[in-house]
Structures are given as C-alpha cells and as structure tokens.
C-alpha cells in the first residue's frame, strides 16, 4: 500500500465534511405537509439526523414486550403454554431480538381450542399488523416545525412510512458514527430501525465512513447472520417447517437431500412456500443482506476481514439468508 493512499480523494468524505460545516447554519426550508404515499413529512437532513439521534424507538414486535405481555397473560391464566413452548411448537419464532410469524398462522391459531387461542393472540397481535412508536425527551433546540414532526412520530409511525429528505445515505453514515457506545451490535439494531425510518435498505455502508466505522459496522452486520438463533440451519427449518404443516393439517416435507443443488430444488418444492416464509419473517435481516451485498461488491478489497468468501460460507449453511441472496442477485443482477 502506497504510503499516501489513505489520503486520497474520496467524495463521501468531502460531501461529509462540507455539509457539517454548512448544515447547522443553512437549514433548507423544505416542504414538510403530510404526504399520502408513505410519507411521515418532509424535513431537513440536519433536523432529521438531530431527531432520529434523539428518537427512543419502539417497536411492538421487541421479544422483552411481547414476552411481558404474554407472561401477565399467564398469570391470569396459568393453565396456557409457557413463551417457550410456544415458539417450541413453531408458532412464531424471534429473529434479532424481534417477534416473527406468517401472517397465515393467524388461521391456523382461531382453530385451536380457547386456552391456545387465547394465549397464542397476545403473541400474535404484536406482529400483525407491525406497530412502531417513538418518544424524545428534549426538543427544545430544534425548530418549531421540525418539533411538529417530532409529534407526529410520538403517535405512531406505520410500516413503510418513511421521512422525507434529501441525503438519506449522509444522514444514515452520520448516524453510525453517533452510535451508542460500547455494543456495535445492539449499535447496529439502533441504526437499523433509523434506517427503516428513512426508507433507506440498501447501500454500500464502508464507503461512508473511515476504516474504523466502517470495520465496526461491517463485523456487527456479520455477528448477527453468524450467532442469531433465529436464522435456522437446514434440518432445522425442515422441522419447523414440519410443525407449521402439522399446525395446518397438512403433511410432513420429503427427506431433506444432500448437496447445495439438490437441497435448493428441496427448498423450491411444492411442499412449503420458503421464500414467502423467508419474506415475511426477516425484514431487517433484508436489510442487512443486502447492504451487505452491496458492499462486499463495491469495497471487499479494503476491508478484509469479514470477507465474501466468509459471508458466502454463512449463507450455504441457512436457507433463509441463501433465499435473501437470491432476492439481492434478482433484485440487483
């Protein structure tokens, strides 16, 4: 590596720089009226980098609410399963920290007996539909029609609904590097659900930031499709697969085949629909595939370790993250 090649050029560091200078004193006044597509309102990228580093977020699905909740269920009535069992059984599971089930399981719950029916609503009522909220604590500094924004998002922000800005990826790099300390991948859940807010689910996140920050971000990216219990291995999403065809009447999968090619026409039968499984259960985790993607694509040369060949290795030995590659590689080609 040439001595000086840390200097050079690099746009994103000079558009950085340039709009932290400018940006406290050159708020531009943008339209900021409700708009009927998914928009929250429009707001300026300084305010909203300001209100999201702000924003306490909440959403219904977190497993500690879902889980509270159900637990003061059971203690009214101590005759229904334990949280446990519940996602034992395959009624839901939890992928990075969240509640996750089709919304087909809704059916196939009203036809259980009352006690399961009854334990099993509290859990899914908190994932269908998906519920965010925010709170803040001190607004005083910000502008007058920015707090207004701050308002609404105290009432509730639906799924999709997103804030209106110019610079998106500036304001999200920006973020990252005001991450909470200490934790990068709890750091990357906080960022993620600001992202979700900006409408913002792909990218190449190193080219935005120095080496350091964009090492932390691409490691705690890594840890999470590496050590999450909810992205399931081959033989056990065949025996989750299994249940949730019992919980429907319907029959067991065929014998789970050796060889990446013959379990890819496995997984692509008729005998369960994984890549709507896979859809609707991993929204986040989407997200983090493909930036992930995107930016092993763009910057795998500076940044070495975690590499795509270690990501590619993952993703052989999980059906879900094989499925959301594919979607990136369809989306992306």
């Not at 050029?9 to 950085?16: A, G, K, M, P, Q």
């Not at 200490?182 to 080219?207: F, I, K, M």
């Not at 992930?292 to 879900?320: H, K, N």
């Amino acid at each position: 590596m040439s001595r000086f090649e840390r200097l050079r050029y690099s746009e994103h560091e000079t558009r950085r720089i340039l709009q932290d200078r400018l940006g406290r004193t050159l708020r531009p006044e943008v339209d900021r009226r409700v708009s009927s597509h998914g928009r929250i309102a429009s707001v300026s990228d300084m305010d909203a980098l300001d209100l999201l580093a702000r924003a306490q977020i909440h959403n219904d699905r977190d497993v500690s609410r879902v889980r509270a909740a159900y637990d003061a269920h059971r203690n009214i009535h101590p005759q229904s399963p334990t949280f446990a069992s519940l996602r034992q059984d395959s009624w839901f599971d939890v992928i990075w920290g969240r509640v996750v089930t089709q919304l087909e399981m809704r059916g196939a719950a009203r036809r259980c007996e009352a006690p399961l029916r009854q334990a099993l609503a509290v859990v899914l009522d908190a994932c269908h539909p998906p519920r965010t909220t925010l709170t803040f604590e001190d607004l005083s500094s910000l502008p007058p029609s920015t707090q207004q924004v701050a308002e609404r998002l105290t009432k509730q922000v639906n799924e999709g609904q997103v804030l209106q800005t110019r610079s998106a990826e500036w304001i999200a790099a920006r973020l990252w590097e005001r991450r909470p300390p200490n934790d990068d991948q709890a750091a990357l859940r906080w960022w993620v659900d600001r992202c979700r807010l900006l409408g913002l689910r792909s990218g190449t996140p190193t080219s935005w930031w120095s080496e350091t920050d964009a090492r932390a971000w691409r490691g705690a990216a890594f840890q999470i499709l590496a050590r999450d219990h909810g992205l399931l291995d081959w033989a056990q999403e065949q025996a989750r697969a299994d249940a949730q065809l019992a919980h429907n009447g319907r029959g067991a999968t065929p014998p789970l085949p050796s060889g990446l090619i013959n379990r890819w026409q496995w997984l692509n039968g008729l005998h369960f629909d994984f890549w709507e499984r896979t859809f609707e259960t991993t929204g986040e985790v989407q997200i983090l595939v493909s930036m992930l993607c995107d930016d092993l694509l763009i910057a795998d040369p500076a940044i070495e370790d975690p590499s795509s060949q270690q990501l590619f290795s993952l993703i052989v030995e999980r059906p879900a993250l094989l499925i959301l590659l594919l979607i990136c590689v369809r989306s992306h080609p």
